[in-house]
């Protein structure tokens, strides 16, 4: 029998009837062994965080820990008949989890906002609506267990962006996972709690942005590795049909993206689409585990929605995402030509810094070097530079707020395609500020002035719309 892990996000938790979209999925995929990961309810872990950020006010710590409760006694109401075991159970569970984040606030307040108790305190939303999702799985009569993800993967010690530990995730997923999914006498829904690990000592870790999606696809990765059948599929249900050509805030009308390789949409996740994080991808890639991209309201959709797997078009262009969130940071000399150890030295910068560099590109004479930070970081990577004896010295340093587009696939290696793109921006006399590709790479990264960051798409879009293969340029656009 196929196994298919699915996500829930918080959208998928809102009320009543999106719970009740949910048993209508499970009656749909009745013929799956089924692994159901849950996020916090929306807006719950940034409560928890601000509540422990803020102890020190009282007023706001209590109007914090009264809208926790509410939220979730107002789910618990609409989805349960009132002193039903059900209804009972999830109050009683919201009871007790508050209770221990009271304490957990008490020695928040002893010791400090430690990345441990970070970790810890934001846990407790995926631990309530994982529970009350199981509870719901229960009333409909469907054969349900609740499984708490710290009980399952097992990180490093990388408080607030976990890494898993697979050989040590696999061991606890072949004794806790595997064992209900191959059970013959009972077809058991397992509801595990996303976004949250725990590291080797006991101490619970989150897995960062994109958290529960990432627990979907460890949990898929090591449910194949340990489990006799390999027919397995992971489904992350979202508020979209999949990912698009371009955002829908650049291009309203944009076509949906119905096939990609893992490689390209990994591209298009780092460079903007906030839908999926590439790290998702990195767990599954090697095991060639399909990964479907489904919008919530639309649980039937036989054909809009996206697929991600280890077979691609080599004859399209997948996307154009988008940074607009960029500084260049310029790095010139006229003077230290061919001095090895120049861009060792940015990065360990950088890397010193905690800065993230997202894109590279150097003149081959060596004479100037361009990168992106995000903006927030813009002022202190220039500091930094300039505080370090090298660059105050022989080096000009300055920067500029830019948009970064880059365009993904296979075809993006023909020069035919490069041609029709800077065609495309001349027609508008765009300049083109900077250029990165990869060797064999399968995305071109322009950079240009951010306030033609809108017209450069809408350009390239249009002038490469045959290559997208969308039905709606095709038909006339």
Request: hydrophobic residues 40%; glycine residues 4%; charged residues 25%.
């Amino acid at each position: 029998m196929s196994i298919v892990v699915m996500k829930f996000g918080g959208s998928c938790l809102k009320n009543h009837e999106a719970f009740e979209k949910i048993y209508n999925i499970t009656q749909v995929y009745k013929d799956h062994k089924k692994v159901y990961v849950a996020s916090a309810l929306s807006g719950i872990t940034d409560l928890l965080l601000s509540t422990a950020q803020n102890l020190d006010e009282p007023a706001i710590v209590d109007k914090n820990i009264a809208l926790i409760e509410k939220k979730h006694l107002d789910i618990i109401e609409q989805i349960f008949e009132e002193d039903s075991p059900y209804y009972n159970n999830s109050k009683d569970w919201l009871d007790k989890k508050l209770s221990e984040l009271e304490d957990a606030f008490a020695d928040i307040i002893e010791f400090g906002l430690e990345p441990y108790y970070q970790d810890y305190i934001v846990s407790f939303g995926e631990i309530l609506s994982t529970y009350i999702l199981n509870q719901f799985l229960l009333s409909k009569g469907f054969n349900s267990v609740y499984i708490a993800a710290n009980y399952l993967i097992i990180t490093n010690d990388n408080f607030n962006k976990a890494y898993p530990l697979y050989e040590l995730t696999n061991n606890r997923v072949k004794n806790k996972i595997i064992p209900l999914l191959e059970n013959p006498k009972e077809d058991s829904i397992i509801c595990v709690t996303g976004f949250i690990g725990r590291n080797k000592i006991g101490y619970i870790t989150t897995l960062g942005r994109g958290g529960s999606d990432y627990t979907a696809t460890i949990l898929a990765r090591s449910i194949h590795d340990t489990c006799s059948d390999k027919d397995i599929k992971v489904i992350l249900w979202k508020d979209v049909d999949g990912l698009l050509i371009v955002d829908p805030k650049y291009m309203p009308e944009s076509s949906l993206i119905k096939n990609l390789s893992y490689n390209e949409a990994k591209q298009i996740s780092h460079f903007g689409a906030k839908i999926l994080h590439p790290k998702c991808l990195e767990a599954i890639e090697k095991r060639n585990i399909p990964l479907e991209i489904r919008n919530f309201e639309k649980p039937l959709e036989e054909v809009r929605f996206t697929l991600i797997s280890a077979h691609s078009d080599s004859e399209q262009i997948k996307g154009i995402s988008v940074v607009d969130d960029a500084t260049v940071i310029n790095v010139i000399s006229g003077t230290m030509v061919d001095v090895p150890g120049v861009l060792a030295k940015i990065f360990k910068i950088m890397g010193k810094n905690g800065i993230s560099v997202s894109f590279v590109a150097q003149s081959s004479s060596e004479i100037s070097t361009s990168f992106i930070v995000k903006n927030a970081d813009a002022d202190r990577a220039i500091q930094a530079l300039r505080n370090a004896n090298l660059f105050s010295d022989f080096y000009e340093v300055y920067s500029e707020k830019v948009g970064v587009i880059n365009i993904t696939g296979k075809k993006i290696l023909e020069n035919q395609t490069k041609a029709k793109i800077f065609n495309a921006l001349a027609k508008k006399n765009i300049k083109v500020k900077a250029i990165s590709q990869s060797f064999e790479e399968l995305n071109l990264s322009i950079i240009i002035p951010k306030e033609k960051l809108n017209q450069a798409i809408m350009m390239i879009h249009n002038d490469l719309c045959e290559d997208f293969n969308s039905n709606e340029c095709k038909n006339g656009e």
